[in-house]
């Protein structure tokens, strides 16, 4: 059974920064195809990027900017870091491994004004 710890959420005040991470105990970790995702409250959980295990991201619609999704295959960990958050970022974010492993609970992330 593949455990998930995910970590890094909480509140944050608009114009600040925080990093999520999640950590998969899978002896595969770096062959799986990986994805960020985040559920605001009342929406459908939406995409935010997927990170193939050449580290190459594809598909992220958003700003790049703000948002940096990187891996530590040593670690078995993926990152998510957010600059400049915006009230717009208040949400559940989750982290998926392709035929890896599923959902998890996610990662609460608050951001205040």
């Known amino acids: 059974e593949v455990q998930l710890v995910e970590s890094g959420g909480g509140s944050v005040q608009a114009g600040g920064s925080l990093r999520l991470s999640c950590t998969a105990s899978?002896?595969?970790?770096?062959?799986?195809?990986k994805s960020w995702y985040r559920q605001v409250p009342g929406k459908k959980r939406e995409l935010l990027a997927d990170?193939?295990?050449?580290?190459?991201?594809r598909n992220s619609a958003f700003d790049r900017r703000r948002f940096t999704f990187s891996l530590d295959k040593s670690k078995k960990t993926m990152y998510l870091q957010i600059d400049n958050v915006k009230d717009e970022d208040t949400a559940t974010y989750f982290c998926?491994?392709?035929?890896?492993w599923g959902w998890g609970r996610g990662i609460q992330v608050t951001v205040s004004s």
């Open positions: 998926l491994g392709h035929g890896c």
């Open positions: 899978i002896y595969n970790f770096e062959n799986c195809d």
């Open positions: 990170i193939m295990n050449d580290g190459s991201i």
